[in-house]
């Protein structure tokens, strides 16, 4: 007599109900539609004490522009546009820091591989 346990497990076989998924958006796609500009405590800091205020439209053109550079390959920018100076991370659209227009004149900029200039 035989006393060993067999076990005999059934092959696992995808079930024949393959539910059609509706076309979607990529992924990737839809997080890059949503994704907006955010500041850094730093920035949003020297925003206030240099009294920089942007117009929504001002900013959508910002995030537009982004978009575009950070296609081109650029990660670090200076965007600047009629009042202020910005320097922001372009791969994930955070503002570093921001510049009122007086002080560009006696600045100088390091670490960018970018411009983008905003009318």
């Known amino acids: 007599m035989d006393n060993r346990i067999h076990a005999y497990h059934r092959p696992l076989v995808p079930s024949k109900n393959i539910v059609q998924q509706k076309k979607t958006t990529p992924f990737a796609e839809v997080l890059k539609e949503q994704q907006e500009i955010e500041l850094s405590k730093h920035a949003s800091d020297r925003m206030t004490q240099r009294n920089i205020v942007?117009?929504?439209?001002?900013?959508?053109?910002m995030n537009e522009k982004l978009d575009q550079a950070?296609?081109?390959?650029?990660?670090?920018s200076l965007v600047?546009?009629?009042?202020?100076?910005?320097?922001v991370n372009a791969e994930n659209k955070k503002v570093i820091t921001a510049l009122d227009k007086s002080e560009l004149s006696s600045k100088i900029f390091t670490n960018i591989n970018g411009t983008i200039v905003i009318d």
Request: cysteine-free; glycine content about 4%; charged content about 40%.
């Open 70 to 76: 950070k296609d081109k390959g650029v990660k670090e």
């Open 80 to 87: 600047i546009t009629s009042d202020a100076a910005f320097i």
């Open 54 to 61: 942007l117009s929504e439209a001002d900013w959508n053109k």
